[in-house]
Protein backbone atom coordinates (compact mmCIF):
# COMPACT_ATOMS: atom_id res chain seq x y z
CA UNK A 1 0.00 0.00 0.00
CA UNK A 2 1.04 3.69 -1.03
CA UNK A 3 2.50 5.56 2.14
CA UNK A 4 4.09 8.74 2.20
CA UNK A 5 6.05 10.13 5.41
CA UNK A 6 6.81 14.26 5.52
CA UNK A 7 9.00 15.49 8.24
CA UNK A 8 11.30 18.68 8.32
CA UNK A 9 8.77 21.15 9.40
CA UNK A 10 8.94 23.82 12.46
CA UNK A 11 9.07 27.05 13.58
CA UNK A 12 11.42 29.51 11.43
CA UNK A 13 11.90 33.17 11.18
CA UNK A 14 10.91 35.13 8.53
CA UNK A 15 13.33 35.05 5.95
CA UNK A 16 15.09 32.01 6.68
CA UNK A 17 15.06 28.66 5.31
CA UNK A 18 13.26 24.84 6.12
CA UNK A 19 13.53 21.48 3.87
CA UNK A 20 11.11 19.09 3.80
CA UNK A 21 10.94 15.52 2.91
CA UNK A 22 8.80 13.04 2.10
CA UNK A 23 9.79 9.40 2.11
CA UNK A 24 7.53 7.65 -0.11
CA UNK A 25 6.76 3.20 -0.39
CA UNK A 26 4.58 1.04 -1.95
CA UNK A 27 4.88 2.39 -5.31
CA UNK A 28 6.58 2.44 -7.99
CA UNK A 29 8.25 5.83 -7.75
CA UNK A 30 8.18 6.86 -11.25
CA UNK A 31 4.87 9.21 -10.55
CA UNK A 32 4.41 12.66 -10.51
CA UNK A 33 4.76 13.95 -6.79
CA UNK A 34 3.37 16.58 -5.17
CA UNK A 35 3.58 19.34 -2.28
CA UNK A 36 0.50 20.95 -1.40
CA UNK A 37 -0.32 22.80 2.05
CA UNK A 38 -3.39 24.35 3.87
CA UNK A 39 -2.96 27.33 6.21
CA UNK A 40 -5.33 27.58 9.00
CA UNK A 41 -8.84 28.58 8.42
CA UNK A 42 -7.96 27.79 4.37
CA UNK A 43 -8.81 25.33 1.80
CA UNK A 44 -5.86 23.20 0.06
CA UNK A 45 -3.23 24.89 -1.93
CA UNK A 46 -0.76 23.06 -4.64
CA UNK A 47 2.55 24.31 -3.97
CA UNK A 48 4.67 22.51 -6.54
CA UNK A 49 5.26 19.34 -8.34
CA UNK A 50 7.62 17.37 -10.21
CA UNK A 51 7.70 14.32 -13.22
CA UNK A 52 9.14 11.01 -12.43
CA UNK A 53 12.45 11.70 -13.70
CA UNK A 54 12.81 15.00 -12.49
CA UNK A 55 13.22 17.02 -15.31
CA UNK A 56 9.74 18.75 -15.18
CA UNK A 57 9.24 21.15 -12.40
CA UNK A 58 6.17 23.60 -11.71
CA UNK A 59 5.46 25.92 -8.91
CA UNK A 60 2.68 28.00 -7.71
CA UNK A 61 3.50 31.55 -8.33
CA UNK A 62 3.16 32.18 -4.77
CA UNK A 63 6.26 30.37 -4.18
CA UNK A 64 8.22 30.56 -7.57
CA UNK A 65 11.84 31.90 -7.27
CA UNK A 66 11.63 31.15 -3.57
CA UNK A 67 11.20 26.85 -3.36
CA UNK A 68 12.55 24.16 -4.90
CA UNK A 69 11.26 20.68 -5.14
CA UNK A 70 13.30 17.56 -5.91
CA UNK A 71 13.66 13.98 -5.73
CA UNK A 72 16.26 11.08 -5.26
CA UNK A 73 14.50 7.90 -7.43
CA UNK A 74 17.04 5.28 -5.94
CA UNK A 75 15.75 6.62 -2.23
CA UNK A 76 12.13 7.62 -3.16
CA UNK A 77 12.42 10.97 -1.46
CA UNK A 78 10.69 13.87 -2.06
CA UNK A 79 11.90 16.91 -1.17
CA UNK A 80 10.85 20.56 -0.60
CA UNK A 81 13.88 23.55 -0.31
CA UNK A 82 11.95 26.66 1.13
CA UNK A 83 13.97 29.63 1.12
CA UNK A 84 13.05 33.38 1.84
CA UNK A 85 9.79 32.55 3.99
CA UNK A 86 7.25 34.71 4.96
CA UNK A 87 4.58 34.33 7.39
CA UNK A 88 2.17 33.14 4.71
CA UNK A 89 3.95 30.34 4.35
CA UNK A 90 2.66 28.81 7.39
CA UNK A 91 0.50 25.95 6.39
CA UNK A 92 0.52 21.87 7.52
CA UNK A 93 2.32 20.80 4.23
CA UNK A 94 1.44 17.74 2.28
CA UNK A 95 3.17 15.09 0.24
CA UNK A 96 1.01 13.79 -2.46
CA UNK A 97 0.67 10.93 -5.10
CA UNK A 98 -1.41 8.86 -7.13
CA UNK A 99 -4.62 9.01 -4.35
CA UNK A 100 -2.75 9.14 -1.33
CA UNK A 101 -1.29 11.60 1.31
CA UNK A 102 0.62 12.05 3.80
CA UNK A 103 0.06 12.92 7.40
CA UNK A 104 1.86 16.09 7.08
CA UNK A 105 4.25 18.41 8.86
CA UNK A 106 3.75 22.05 10.11
CA UNK A 107 5.49 24.73 9.20
CA UNK A 108 5.38 27.64 11.16
CA UNK A 109 6.74 31.08 9.62
CA UNK A 110 7.45 34.12 12.70
CA UNK A 111 7.58 37.53 12.27
Known amino acids: QVQLVESGGGLVQTGGSLTLSCAASGFKFTYWMYWVRQAPGKGPEWVSGINGDGSIKLYADSVKGRFTISRDNAKNMLYLQMNSLKSEDTAIYYC?????WGQGTQVTVSA
Open 96 to 100: HALDS
